[in-house]
């Protein structure tokens, strides 16, 4: 049904190149098949108008869809060209439309530059969705394609103007020539400065971005341009070199915010110009100057500058050139010549090297605004695309086109004198005798219904305007505009209907902003009123048929045409005749039928695209639908609804002009209620969105020719040019996009015949079965701007109020995507827009608010969902507003039926928000049904439907497209779109669509009843709907606080609930108390709305609310209905809140049993985990798990399910596994299923068919049959056994998917084992395996059946109880190990050195204690002499004399070897040390333990705590030093590491106790202690460390410090090894007599003076004496003293030889004992 447009305007048909890289990125984003079928504004159908969601791309192929889907919701990342991976999309389902306004979150990546996909959707579209996407780009800030590159090289490059005339806007610039007022104009005719930017030789600034900059300033830059700084921007492009693209600026007249004073547009090259010579040649005529961006320049760059050196003046350079690479080859700017050899003016050369993007946007801006406004010429694109002609390039307005647009401008030839005058000539039909006639007919059916003759004034004056217009011919301008529409060339048709659109707003809007008319303009219209409010009082004109109103036979074109048709009068006689029959026909079927009640509902509605429903409609269509008339062509092949819905979007209308007739009195109705001051239209004119009544759009010309057909009824001689012909164009129209007008607002009058022949048309080209509708109306004030709403949702084009003041009720069709037919119960959508409702008229303001009333109650009465648009408009006729639309509501609810209700508030004012608040009362009020009007207002499922609000800033109310979009627009419009579809659903379920006789039968009868003014408030009554209001204000506040007190009794009965705790899963006491709080809470209910009944009765006794006891009845069922609706609620949330109790109750069993199972397993995994050292995976813990939640399960004690029998679920089932098998005929089988079934499935012969038997007869009797047969029912039936015990193991309840798979086992088994059976073997075996399940399941549903919420949460949460038992092991395991780790690198090292440390020093004082010697150190070297003595070992004595410390130590450690040998204490002392340090630590851990139960701590921290604990208060050294490292950074429960580590700690003492009551080797002893006890012995000991320096006899002087050293016992020469030529040859004082000659020898005053530290006097009796012992020593081994020193052996007295053992024992004896006195 849509109308398809295969080519462009201009283009010849093309095929898509190969081996080409451009055509490779088509082919990469799937358009390859639209490069010779291009996209047109019907695909937006799928693409956008039927889209909820907004849908990330997945795949390259998936961004055409994307940016086309994104523009149309103005979205600032429509442009993105980033793909989502397809998990990614999995994973954020649920993400907000917030979360991805500016992208798609998570991770994307991005393959195609977003220039090459802006390109290549404009490269697969045509003209006309070149011109939709144009239009939003520009809404939405975005450059345009101006010059798009062509593919294929050998064809010229394509130059779109066309997209650019459908882009219109308001500016106000800063010139004094304006006056500084706001101008309106479309971007192609508009004359203003073009600013060209071109690149030169590479650099590394973006040309694009400071592009940016200066258009959006500094502050605020825009992202106007694509860049290499945005996703993608980076990646090389394929399509779009040589693409240049425009962007405008336009000035919104604040100096402080405006960058400049007028409206500029600016153009960018894409690519480097050098390479593009042709579209710089193109750049350079045209453009007022050019912004070259100039590099690293070559020679041959600068001869390219060097060319247009004739246009010097044009040029800006821009030095971006890297002075550091210039070389031979390199030029750049080294030539500083260059700027003064171009003749470029004084400051055309800015250096932008070392400046920022920033800074270089600012030093262009500052230099444009210095040319700006009087330094640069104005141009056009119209222009420029003549130029653009010239040099070679395709422009896409063709010569089909052309033709079109001067039509259009034929057709509109004479509006320049203005538009009231073109109205009267050439759209008579829409003056004051229609206007007169509807309100005669007014009169005439409310005199009707009263009962009263009808006035014969009224029936001469009907009479006489219909004598007036029998003489009306066709003006030229409607023939010209119906011959076009029935022209066979469709691209010439939009062409013409687009231009038409365009042309009348140019036109317009050029004459207001033209100052010259300004005020002339007003002058003009106040004295045209006046002159006809004197015409109409005096009955100045007296011949109709010479009157210009009617443009009678005006031109010899026209003669000619009626000549030619006089030939023909027969045909038209006879097809009139058929048609009139035929409209008879359908109007009498439609009034037969009776209006059905409607749904109201109040939605949100935003902007989207435009309806097509032809092409859809015609692939249901099984036949053509034949036309009336040979030249009569189909629009479905060629032209698509969207393409006129853009043009729609900028056309306005106008007041209509009048017919006047001879001595007719008109009533003021149509009159000026006073003359209209002149200041006052200034001011009028001086707001530009006031509609202006004046203003003229298509839709007045369509009005036009509904108005001529209908005269065709009125005043049957009247027909004239192919009027038979004008209901199946109008249904061509309608289907094709351009919307039906229902009601004429401005004579508030239908033209019931039109319209019944168009419907009649239009239902009998539909398929009979497809002719479902549903209607979607939007009402709204005329500030509310329905028209833009609604085409931002569905992208249908009414016309818009902004400009006009059109009034009237329009409706579109919109074909249904199969997908939604089934959800929506319907095949098409009814669109109906509310045009100029509440707008200013110059009219009587009476009779305007009747039209407003009439307007409002026939769109209501209309509609099966009702979106109630409101207004941002802070205006002063708010009041009268309101009040129109709930007179509507309650007119349409006192007839019978109410559509379902959406709200859309446009703003956040405090306007919106209470106008919003007090109609979603009203509705929501109104919806309550009273049971008075039959059954079907009772039915359950016609329940109150909740109005819902959508906040919806549009960008309909932007003054200019400079002006950014709503950032939550985008997101608000899919939120509308689902809940108007989602209202659309709800009538699905509450009453049956209705035909389009049904729809006109509905429209006439709404109609009548309003002309009737049958309702019991009057069309002109203004304070019904606001007492109303205020009612339901306080009705509202009456009912939260029955709500609050609920709420407050609710919480009392939840805690009487929740306080029988355990006794919850008590069935009886729980039965019990719900009864009691149910009966409660009814009591409670009842009287808090009885009080509310009481209220409204008082409420409504005021005097002046007496009205309102008309609705009483609705008041008191909305009362009704709140009791009810909250009794049930209350009872539904007890049943909710005991069934959460008994579940949590349940629950908590649950998991208590749960956890004590897991506690078991765990402590037997630690156990096994400590024992073997080896740690469990998480495989084996999975394991582990698994059986303690089928334990668990099984064995827990659900509750029991109530009677609920799974039989019927189990039946539906199988009827409709049947049906859809076609074995219905089986259906009485199903009667048995709940049956008990038989022990066996038995086979018999009626199993098989009369042949299949008689074919096996004589194999006895068909037994093998049979038993095959029965060998599979016996497989099927085992496999159903294993399929039962599958199940039933399963935690979870019986599913209807149970009896679905079973059946397909079946039917599986059965298609594998072919056999000649008939189906009856199949249902019966169906049903026996059906009953058997049956009893099966249901035992798996009463176990679950009760729980199966409680059921549902521990499965779904099986992972959780998985996941925290692994983690429980986990980290007791790690509190086990960590527990291990601090015992035995902290602990043990500890305890032992507690034990150890001091043991050394007892054991040396045992020693002492028992042995003399070690008394002190003189005794101790008397006894080692001793021992040498009688040990008489040479050995010994040379290990003295040359090792004298370690011969001591070696002594002292067989003296502590024996002693330990020998002692019984040891162990003793260990075991008690042990004791005393367990306590100690045992006390530092208890010390931590407070305030840490079952609490989450840092265990390092609290360790370190009980380490300090045992220093401060034990007295012990710890060893801390692991604690410095990571090893103990865990967190983990304390209490319980403590009770690993005091288990650890226990353990630790038994095995130590246990290893100290064990004998022990001495060595292995003596190596545990720290202090060695032959170290401590030694100490004691050692005395003083000198020795003699010349024997190396010690110092035996015990004084402590004693300054002079002394011997007891000199050696002898000899003892100790000595060097002849040293002073250790020389012999010490007893010997110096005797030595032998050439010896060395020296005075005893000699050696004082060498060692006077040491006392070496002969005198001294000791030394005498002393001698003897190592006399006798030397003696006894002279010779071995010589070999072992490697000298000659001394020569030693005859009397040394003499010394006896016992002689030189007692001399040393007696030298110590003189020593000690």
């Known amino acids: 049904m849509s109308v398809k447009i295969p080519k462009r305007l201009s283009s010849k048909k093309k095929k898509l190149p190969k081996d080409n890289a451009q055509a490779e990125v088509l082919y990469r984003l799937g358009l390859e098949a639209f490069w010779t079928k291009p996209l047109d504004p019907v695909s937006m159908l799928d693409i956008s108008t039927w889209n909820l969601e907004n849908q990330a791309p997945l795949e390259s192929k998936d961004l055409p869809h994307a940016f086309l889907r994104r523009l149309w919701l103005l979205r600032p990342d429509a442009r993105s060209s980033c793909c989502k991976p397809q998990h990614d999309v999995l994973n954020n389902a649920n993400e907000s439309s917030e979360e991805t306004i500016n992208g798609f979150g998570g991770e994307s990546h991005c393959d195609i530059n977003p220039l090459d996909l802006v390109s290549g959707v404009f490269m697969s579209a045509n003209s006309f969705l070149q011109q939709e996407m144009a239009v939003r780009m520009v809404q939405c800030q975005f450059a345009v394609p101006l010059v798009l590159p062509n593919i294929d090289p050998e064809e010229p490059s394509h130059f779109l103007l066309w997209p650019s005339r459908g882009v219109l806007s308001h500016w106000e610039s800063h010139s004094p020539e304006t006056n500084r007022r706001v101008q309106h104009g479309d971007l192609a005719s508009t004359y203003m400065p073009m600013i060209s930017c071109v690149k030169l030789g590479r650099c590394g600034v973006s040309k694009s971005q400071v592009l940016n900059n200066v258009i959006g300033g500094l502050g605020s830059p825009t992202e106007t341009f694509l860049h290499k700084g945005m996703d993608g921007g980076q990646l090389p492009r394929r399509l779009s070199n040589g693409l240049v693209e425009i962007g405008w600026y336009l000035p919104t007249g604040d100096t402080s915010r405006d960058v400049f004073p007028v409206p500029v547009v600016i153009c960018n090259l894409r690519g480097d110009a050098n390479a593009h010579e042709k579209y710089l040649n193109l750049l350079c005529q045209a453009s007022s100057a050019v912004v070259v961006f100039c590099g690293n320049l070559r020679e041959k760059e600068k001869q390219l500058l060097a060319t247009y050196k004739h246009m010097a003046s044009k040029l800006i350079l821009i030095d971006l050139s890297d002075t550091e690479t210039y070389g031979n080859r390199v030029v750049g700017f080294a030539d500083q010549n260059l700027g003064e050899n171009l003749g470029l003016p004084e400051g055309s050369v800015l250096q932008g090297s070392a400046l920022s993007e920033e800074e270089l946007a600012s030093r262009l801006s500052d230099t444009l605004k210095d040319l700006l406004p009087d330094e640069l010429k104005l141009v056009t694109l119209e222009a420029v695309a003549k130029l653009a002609e010239e040099l070679g390039l395709d422009v896409d307005e063709g010569a089909v086109c052309k033709k079109a647009m001067a039509k259009a401008e034929e057709v509109l030839k004479g509006l320049a004198e203005g538009s009231d005058k073109f109205t009267d000539k050439q759209l008579p039909l829409q003056g004051l005798l229609w206007r007169r006639l509807a309100q005669i007919e007014k009169e005439e059916k409310k005199l009707k219904k009263a009962g009263e003759q009808i006035n014969s004034q009224l029936q001469k004056e009907k009479k006489d305007i219909f004598v007036a217009l029998s003489s ?83 031109t010899p074109e026209e003669e000619q045409t009626e000549e030619q048709l006089v030939s023909t009068e027969e045909q038209i006689s006879e097809k009139q005749l058929e048609l009139s029959q035929d409209l008879e026909h359908f109007l009498q079927t439609s009034t037969e039928k009776t209006t059905e009640p409607q749904s109201q509902q109040n939605d949100d509605l935003e902007s989207a695209h435009e309806p097509v429903i032809e092409q859809q409609l015609n692939m249901m269509s099984n036949e053509k639908p034949e036309e009336s008339n040979e030249d009569i ?53 001086s707001e530009p969105f006031e509609p202006d009544p004046s203003w003229l759009g298509l839709e007045h010309f369509l009005r036009e020719m509904g108005l001529i057909f209908e005269l065709t009824h009125i005043s049957p001689g009247s027909g004239s040019h192919n009027v038979l012909r004008l209901p199946s ?33 239009l239902k009998r080209r539909l398929p009979q079965d497809r002719c479902r509708t549903r209607v979607l109306t939007s009402l709204g004030v005329h500030h509310a701007k329905n028209a833009e709403v609604l085409s931002a949702l569905f992208g249908v084009t009414f016309p818009e109020g902004r400009k006009r003041a059109t009034r009237g009720l329009y409706m579109a069709a919109l074909c249904l995507p199969d997908n939604l037919r089934e959800d929506m119960g319907c095949d098409f959508l009814l669109l109906i827009d509310v045009e100029g409702l509440c707008s200013k008229s110059l009219g009587n303001e009476r009779n305007t608010l009747i039209h407003d009333n009439e307007m409002a109650t026939l769109a209501t009465g209309l509609s099966d969902v009702l979106m109630q648009n409101i207004s941002p408009d802070e205006s002063s006729e708010f009041e009268t507003n309101f009040n129109v639309i709930v007179n509507a509501l309650l007119r349409i609810k006192e007839r019978g039926s109410f559509p379902i209700c959406q709200l859309v508030a446009q703003g956040e004012g405090i306007n919106s928000a209470l106008q919003a608040s007090q109609l979603r009362r009203v509705s929501e009020m109104l ?18 439907t909740p109005c819902t609000i959508t906040c919806v800033k549009g960008p309909w109310y932007n003054l200019s497209l400079s002006q950014p979009i709503d950032t939550q627009y985008s997101a608000a419009v899919l939120t509308l779109k689902q809940n108007l579809f989602g209202a659309l659903k709800k009538c699905a379920a509450k009453s049956e669509p209705i035909g389009l006789p049904e729809f006109m039968s509905r429209l006439c009868a709404v109609w009548d009843t309003v002309r009737e003014e049958s309702f019991s408030i009057g069309l002109q009554n203004t304070d019904i709907a606001l007492d109303l209001s205020l009612l339901c204000t306080e009705l509202s506040q009456w009912e939260d606080r029955v709500q609050d007190h609920v709420e407050s009794w609710l919480m009392d009965a939840t805690k009487k609930i929740y306080a029988t705790k355990a006794k919850a899963l008590d069935a009886a006491i729980q039965n019990e108390l719900m009864s009691e709080l149910k009966e409660e809470a009814k009591e409670e209910i009842k009287a808090e709305v009885d009080k509310l009944r009481t209220k409204v009765d008082s409420y409504l006794m005021k005097d002046n609310l007496h009205k309102l006891n008309t609705f009483k009845p609705i008041l008191m069922s909305n009362l009704d209905e709140l009791q009810e609706r909250v009794t049930e609620d209350i009872k539904q949330r007890l049943e909710t809140v005991t069934e959460s109790h008994c579940s949590s109750t349940q629950l908590q069993k649950l998991e208590a049993f749960l956890e004590t199972e897991q506690d078991f397993k765990l402590h037997a995994l630690l156990e096994n985990s400590m024992s073997t050292k080896v740690l469990h995976q998480d495989s084996e813990l999975e394991e582990e798990f698994e059986s303690v939640w089928s334990k668990t399960v099984s064995s827990f004690d659900f509750r029991p399910s109530e009677t609920d029998d799974i039989t019927a679920r189990v039946t539906d089932i199988l009827k409709e596994n049947l049906i859809s098998r076609g074995l219905q005929k089986h259906m009485k089988k199903l009667e048995v299923v709940d049956q008990n079934t038989t022990s066996t499935f038995l086979v018999y012969d009626e199993h098989f068919g009369y042949r299949s038997r008689l074919k096996h007869m004589f194999e006895d009797n068909n037994r093998l049959q049979r038993l095959a047969a029965q060998k599979v029912a016996s497989d099927i039936i085992d496999e159903y056994n294993q399929f039962v015990a599958a199940k039933s193991s399963l935690t979870a309840d019986f599913s209807d998917s149970y009896i679905t798979e079973l059946l397909e086992i079946v039917e599986k088994a059965l298609k594998e084992n072919s056999m000649e059976i008939r189906s009856a073997f199949e249902v019966d075996l169906k049903v026996y395996l059906c009953s058997s399940a049956c009893r099966d399941f249901q035992k798996l549903h009463d176990r679950y059946a009760k729980d199966t919420e409680l059921l549902s949460c521990i499965t779904a949460n099986k992972s959780r109880y998985l996941a925290q038992f692994m983690y429980q092991f986990r980290k007791r395991d790690q509190c086990q190990r960590m527990a291990q780790a601090f015992t035995s690198m902290v602990i043990k090292p500890t305890v032992l050195d507690y034990i150890y440390s001091p043991l050394g020093m007892r054991i040396g004082e045992e020693i002492r204690g028992s042995a003399q010697q070690y008394q002190s150190p003189r005794a101790f070297h008397q006894s080692l002499l001793e021992e040498l003595l009688m040990e008489d070992c040479f050995e010994s004595f040379l290990e003295y004399l040359l090792s004298y410390d370690n011969f001591r130590l070696t002594k002292i450690q067989k003296a502590v070897v024996a002693h330990l040998s020998e002692s019984t204490n040891l162990n003793k002392w260990r075991q008690l040390r042990l004791g005393e340090i367990v306590g100690k630590i045992a006390s530092a851990v208890s010390q931590t333990l407070e305030g840490t139960n079952g609490v989450l701590s840092d265990t390092k921290m609290l360790l370190e705590r009980v380490c300090l604990t045992l220093e401060k208060d034990g007295d012990v050294d710890v060893t801390r030093a692991p604690l410095d490292g990571p090893l103990f950074s865990i967190t983990t429960e304390w209490d319980r590491f403590v009770k690993c580590l005091m288990e650890l700690l226990a353990a630790m003492r038994l095995d130590l106790a246990q290893e ?90 000699g050696l004082h003076s060498l060692y006077p530290d040491w006392s070496t006097s002969p005198e001294d009796p000791n030394n005498q004496m002393s001698c003897t012992y190592w006399r006798y020593v030397l003696a006894r081994f002279n010779e071995r003293f010589a070999q072992a020193y490697e000298q000659e052996p001394e020569k030693i007295p005859e009397e040394w030889q003499a010394i006896t053992e016992e002689e030189a024992l007692c001399s040393l004896k007696k030298a110590f004992l003189a020593a000690q006195c």
């Open 927 to 944: 919806q309550t049904e009273t049971g008075e009007q039959g059954t079907n207002n009772t039915d359950h499922h016609n329940a109150k």
């Open 1556 to 1645: 100290f009551s064990q004998n022990v080797d001495p060595n292995q002893l003596l190596q545990c202690l720290p202090v060695q006890p032959k170290d401590s012995l030694f100490s004691r000991v050692r005395g003083c460390e000198k020795q003699c320096p010349l024997c190396r006899a010690p110092c035996e002087l015990t004084q402590m410090e004693h300054e002079v050293h002394r011997a007891l016992l000199h050696r002898p020469k000899g003892i100790v090894p000595h060097n002849p030529r040293s002073l250790s040859c020389i012999s010490c004082p007893e010997s110096m007599a005797e030595e032998n000659a050439g010896q060395h020898s020296m005075s005893t005053e």
């Open 729 to 761: 164009l109008a249904t061509d129209l309608l289907l094709y996009g351009i919307p039906l007008e229902l009601m004429d607002g401005d004579a508030s009058n239908i033209p019931v015949n039109w319209l019944g022949c168009v419907f009649a048309e």
């Open 633 to 685: 062509v189909n629009f479905e092949e060629h032209i698509s609804d969207a393409e006129f819905e853009a043009q729609n979007s900028h056309l306005e209308s106008g007041e209509n002009g009048t017919l006047i007739y001879q001595g007719t009195q008109i009533d003021e109705e149509l009159t000026p209620a006073g003359s209209v001051s002149v200041e006052h239209q200034v001011a009028k004119c």
């Open 472 to 554: 009306y011919k066709m003006t030229p301008a409607m023939k010209m505009f119906t011959d076009v529409l029935y022209t066979a060339d469709k691209v010439e048709r939009t062409c013409f209907l687009t231009w038409m659109k365009l042309k009348l707003s140019l036109m317009q809007n050029e004459k207001q902003n033209s100052p010259k008319d300004f005020l002339t303009k007003l002058l003009t219209e106040t004295n045209h009123l006046s002159e006809n409010f004197d015409e109409l009082e005096n009955g100045v004109n007296d011949t109709l048929g010479d009157s210009d109103s009617f443009c009678t036979d005006s």
